[in-house]
């Protein structure tokens, strides 16, 4: 199977901006949750979907967002971007609640720079 | 509120020794804690879990031990390899595994 895909994998942007980062989960993973990593602050919860629902939300502004297609691929989006933005966004796939699978499987993540 | 701790930023060992790599919490209501180990410019990759109802798991080289009483979990790895060198995370899980609460990780050197 085919491991999760992210993209782009680096994206240079402006303050004010907005970004749009995409996430591909492994074939027949329905849940998809994000995080953003930066130095010193381990891995920070944003939000997890499952059929096209989010079903929890991290203590991030409104300013960061997301979705769930019905092909359970994923968009989240970052508007009026600010410096203390930048990190590394990583999104995570797993089968699904009551499938007994705990663990997430983890995309190569995207490196946002906002300068 | 940082829920999960790693108390430890770094970690150096000789190869062939034990490591050993601990994380704290403070819910108890965590139903599963787990182990993911990164190396730079990939994501995480999963290594080992434990529910909340034992004490101890094992994998190969990878054991983690639970101690409920004092919210602890650690992570043995014994022997050592030069290409255990990663950040370990510890994560745990509650809430029907809606969402998962990372510690801020320890970075392991295995020294050859």
């Known amino acids: 199977k085919a491991g999760v895909t992210q993209t782009p994998r680096y994206l240079i942007k402006t303050r004010g901006q907005q970004v749009t980062l995409s996430c591909s989960p492994i074939s027949g993973h329905r849940s998809v949750s994000w995080y953003q990593q930066t130095p010193g602050q381990g891995l920070q919860f944003l939000f997890e979907y499952f059929s096209e629902t989010q079903r929890n939300k991290g203590n991030f502004p409104g300013r960061f967002s997301g979705r769930q297609f019905s092909n359970s691929r994923s968009e989240m989006n970052v508007s009026t971007l600010e410096l203390g933005d930048s990190a590394l966004y990583l999104c995570?796939?797993?089968?699904?609640?009551?499938?007994?699978?705990?663990?997430?499987?983890f995309g190569p993540g995207t490196r946002l720079t906002v300068t | 509120d940082q829920q999960v701790k790693q108390n430890s930023p770094s970690l150096s060992v000789q190869e062939g020794r034990i490591s050993i790599l601990n994380c704290d919490y403070t819910?108890?209501?965590?139903?599963?804690f787990l182990w993911y180990k990164k190396y730079p410019a990939e994501g995480p990759t999963f290594l080992i879990s434990?529910?909340?109802?034992?004490d101890k798991n094992e994998d190969g080289r990878f054991t983690v031990f639970l101690n409920k009483s004092a919210k602890h979990l650690s992570l043995h790895i014994v022997p050592s390899q030069p290409g255990d060198s990663a950040v370990y995370f510890c994560?745990?899980?509650?809430?029907?595994?809606?969402?998962?609460?990372f510690g801020t990780g320890t970075k392991l050197q295995v020294i050859p």
């Open positions: 434990i529910s909340s109802i034992k």
């Open positions: 995570a796939s797993s089968p699904g609640p009551l499938t007994g699978v705990v663990e997430q499987y």
């Open positions: 819910n108890s209501m965590f139903d599963y």
């Open positions: 994560a745990a899980v509650t809430g029907g595994y809606q969402k998962v609460t």
